[in-house]
């Protein structure tokens, strides 16, 4: 004889002070809901557009691509010229004994802002298409722990210090990867604002119903 089972309720966490909190049943309407002990919003109805949300991250897609294929600093000593891409920067790091520097430059600036831009992706676009992506949870965990280690900002900011420290021993001049890492912050800001990880659930659950 089957069982009964209790409909379980819709439990969310509050991404700021970890309240665990019950969620208005799905029918309910609600403009918004915000965290009762520390006052973060939970909850916003319809505020994202998830075709402007891909644009971003395909626009971001590109901005990275510019930004690993072409310079970011340009030095010109004594007549010489060298222009380094951030790749190519990471190589010399090691070669001049820094692998730890090395290492740290190809995570934040190249493997962590890759793999939060493909996975989220991976998230958006099948959604946007009406598919639900498989492994949908794993991605997702997969975003948040990538998401803290994307520091292409810090790592700017330290491009930026030594650029002005070098003008006084060099020629220096920003590249085109320079440029375009700018372009990337500004899209990667955008679509993390944009980011509603309850909207891209609720709306996998509806794809995965659908299929
Ligand atoms: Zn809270």
């Given amino acids: 004889m089957a069982a009964m089972i209790p409909r379980a309720p819709r439990l969310t966490a509050c991404h700021d002070c970890d309240l665990l909190l019950r969620l208005p049943p799905a029918g309910e309407a609600r403009a918004a809901i915000r965290c009762p002990r520390c ?15 891909c644009a971003l991250l395909l626009a971001g897609v590109v901005a990275f691509a510019i930004a690993n294929c ?43 802002p890759a ?34 280690w994307c520091m292409v900002e810090v790592f700017l900011l330290g491009v930026l210090v030594s650029l002005v420290k070098l003008v006084h021993l060099a020629n220096v001049h920003p590249g085109i990867g320079l440029w375009a890492f700018f372009g990337l912050i500004v899209l990667m800001t955008a679509s993390a604002v944009r980011f509603r990880p309850y909207r891209l659930w609720e709306r996998y659950q509806a794809c995965a119903a659908t299929e």
Avoid at 86 to 101: D, F, K, R, S
Wanted: proline share 8%; with cysteine.
């Fill in 39 to 53: 006052g973060a919003a939970l909850y916003e109805q319809g505020t994202d557009a998830p075709s402007t949300s």
């Fill in 70 to 112: 072409y310079p970011v600093l340009m030095l010109e000593v004594a007549g010489n010229r060298n222009a380094a891409t951030l790749w190519q920067t990471a190589l010399a790091l090691h070669g001049q004994n820094m692998p730890e520097v090395a290492l740290l430059v190809l995570f934040t600036g190249i493997v962590m």
């Fill in 115 to 148: 793999l939060a831009l493909c996975s989220m992706l991976y998230l958006q676009l099948p959604l946007l298409l009406g598919k639900a992506p498989p492994g949908f949870a794993v991605i997702m965990r997969l975003y948040g722990m990538a998401r803290p």
